[in-house]
Structure formats: structure tokens, C-alpha cells
């Protein structure tokens, strides 16, 4: 039977990737696009999509609001720098998103072949950039991204709790207003 493994020099994910000296500044455009979708009611996560240092996409989480449950902030912005490229692939591209990926996005991501995914805080719960599983680590997967994550990651997390501390406030007078 033939040996059907990569050859070495491609066997494997990449490493993961070194913070990069511009990476603050797009991960500040996806804090901005995560704003947009607490404005909306939507879990303020946002993302952008850069390409040769221009921010090609941008993309905020729409679940609710479009009541899609793919409209995550990553498949908007990968949707969107698609159309301007013209291409479903985004071969060279950059994703910078305010929560680490989850398993659907990160696939999307794989499918799309980018380069290198920048994400701020990590989410224990559905992380699949490592606090949970990382897929762009499992070698029988045909694409390995580079990653980087916690850049911003107390300015990404902080915009999460406070949005939830405010729902969960929200929620609490509610109740307390209908108690009465």
C-alpha cells in the first residue's frame, strides 16, 4: 500500500505565527466592527479582513438580526472580502477577529486558504484555535493557517463582559420590575 502522508517539508500545521507590528492597529478595527454589533444586540464580536496591509472586509456579528446562524462576525467579513476579490479563495488574506474562532468559522477560514488568523480574546468555550480544540493543528486537514491570539485580548474580553454584565443587569430589572 503507498504511503499517502504529506512529504515532510509539507507535513503538518504551520507554527504559530509572531505578533506582527500592525496587528493592534486591525485588531482596533475589529473592536469597532464588535461595537456595531453591541449597538445592534448582538454578542460584540467584530472582524476584518486584510489583504497586502488594506483592510479589504469587515464583518460584525448578525445572528439575531438576520436570523442566520452562520452570520458570524468571520463568515460576514469572509463573504465580503470573497465579492471584492472576486475569488471564494483568499489566498495572502488576513482574518483579525475580537473572539477566537469557533469550529464553523474556522473551517470557513480553512476553505478560504488564509494566510494567518489574528484573534484577541479566547473563548473556553467553543475555541477552536486551542482553548478548545485547534484545528489549524490537526495534520490530516488539507489547510494550516498561521495563528496568533490575545492581541487586545483584555480590551476584546472586556467589551464581552461588559456586554453581558449589561444584559444580565438588564434582565435583573426586568424581573424586579415585574415582581412589583
Not at 482596533?28 to 461595537?35: G, P, V
Not at 488568523?117 to 477552536?128: E, H, L, S
Request: glycine content about 8%; hydrophobic content about 45%.
Amino acid at each position: 500500500m503507498p504511503d499517502l502522508q504529506a512529504p515532510a517539508a509539507l507535513a503538518g500545521p504551520l507554527p504559530t505565527a509572531a505578533v506582527q507590528p500592525a496587528d493592534e492597529a486591525f485588531m482596533r478595527e475589529a473592536l469597532e466592527q464588535a461595537q456595531r454589533a453591541w449597538d445592534e444586540g448582538e454578542v460584540p464580536v467584530g472582524a476584518v479582513v486584510v489583504k497586502d496591509g488594506v483592510v479589504i472586509a469587515r464583518g460584525y456579528n448578525q445572528p439575531i438580526g438576520k436570523h442566520d446562524p452562520t452570520a458570524h462576525a468571520e463568515i460576514v467579513a469572509l463573504r465580503a472580502a470573497a465579492e471584492v476579490l472576486g475569488n471564494y479563495r483568499l489566498p495572502g488574506c488576513e482574518l483579525y477577529v475580537t473572539l477566537e474562532p469557533c469550529v464553523m468559522c474556522s473551517g470557513a477560514m480553512m476553505h478560504a486558504r488564509l494566510a494567518r488568523i489574528v484573534y484577541g480574546a479566547p473563548d473556553p468555550k467553543t475555541g477552536a484555535c486551542g482553548s478548545v480544540v485547534n484545528l489549524f493543528e490537526q495534520e490530516r486537514l488539507n489547510h494550516h493557517a498561521r495563528t496568533v491570539g490575545g492581541v487586545l485580548a483584555d480590551d476584546c474580553a472586556g467589551m464581552l463582559k461588559s456586554f453581558f454584565a449589561a444584559r444580565r443587569a438588564a434582565a435583573s430589572a426586568a424581573r424586579k420590575a415585574a415582581a412589583e
